[in-house]
DNA sequence: GCGACAG
DNA sequence: ATCTTGTCGC
């Protein structure tokens, strides 16, 4: 039978949904916009596949910047509880993504998240929940638009467009190569929009993903037939 | 009331 | 995210 629903999956319970839109309320206010103040060596790129309907990998990769030399790759494979609602992913893949980042020997000065920052209905995307989570500066990058208007970045490399949300500008829609579909950056926590922005560009070397996440994602599908 | 909707 | 063939372009 049909959910009506784009996933056709089970419909969620609205008295949960309505309890976890409750935690993001409250968890926006500790929620820390700033630029960091590190000095960028070591950053990590992470990103999660599923295996079947309920079990996922979820892989962090650590390489150093601005070389981009991989240093590490773990991975953590487990059960997801609930199912994909846009606004709560972070429920359904952060934790499997924690247990992987419990594995890494070194820790990273930033955390770059395939998925979206603060451009969230309430500012808590994926990339920030995790930031909250590890108190560690975090960015997100996010393949397709949740919310907010923007207008088309210009077809060349670097071209950047704001993506704005209820007056504010959550994210920059940055196009990491000539005529090729751009990408939403926008900072998770203890980051702010133009460091994130500037970073993702200088990852981004000869692929539409910048190096973190594009290799995070690479070793995901790699790892995955390892498991199976 | 009618769409839009990360991974 | 995942299910999938051939195909266009660097």
């Known amino acids: 039978m049909a959910y009506f629903r784009r996933h056709d999956t089970p419909p969620p319970d609205p008295n949960l949904l309505r309890e976890l839109t409750e935690l993001q309320n409250k968890m926006q206010q500790r929620i820390i916009i700033q630029k960091p103040d590190f000095d960028l060596k070591l950053i990590a790129g992470c990103d999660s596949s599923f295996i079947g309907k309920d079990s996922i990998l979820s892989v962090f990769v650590l390489m150093t910047y601005p070389e981009l030399e991989v240093l590490e790759k773990v991975w953590h494979h487990g059960p997801v509880e609930l199912p994909y609602v846009p606004g709560f992913l972070a429920f359904r893949e952060a934790p499997n993504l924690l247990e992987a980042y419990k594995k890494l020997d070194q820790k990273p000065d930033l955390i770059m998240v395939d998925g979206h920052g603060i451009s969230h209905p309430r500012r808590l995307g994926i990339a920030t929940h995790l ?86 994602d690479h070793y995901a599908a790699v790892f995955k037939k390892e498991v199976k």
């Open 131 to 216: 930031g909250l989570h590890l108190d560690k500066p975090t960015m997100g990058v996010a393949k397709k638009l949740l919310v907010g208007k923007y207008k088309e970045p210009a077809t060349t490399k670097g071209s950047i467009s704001p993506l704005e949300y209820k007056g504010e500008v959550i994210a920059n829609v940055l196009r990491t190569k000539d005529n090729i579909k751009p990408v939403f950056v926008s900072p998770g926590h203890l980051m702010d929009l133009e460091s994130a922005t500037e970073i993702a560009f200088n990852c981004a070397i000869k692929h539409k993903l910048p190096e973190p996440t594009r290799l995070a």
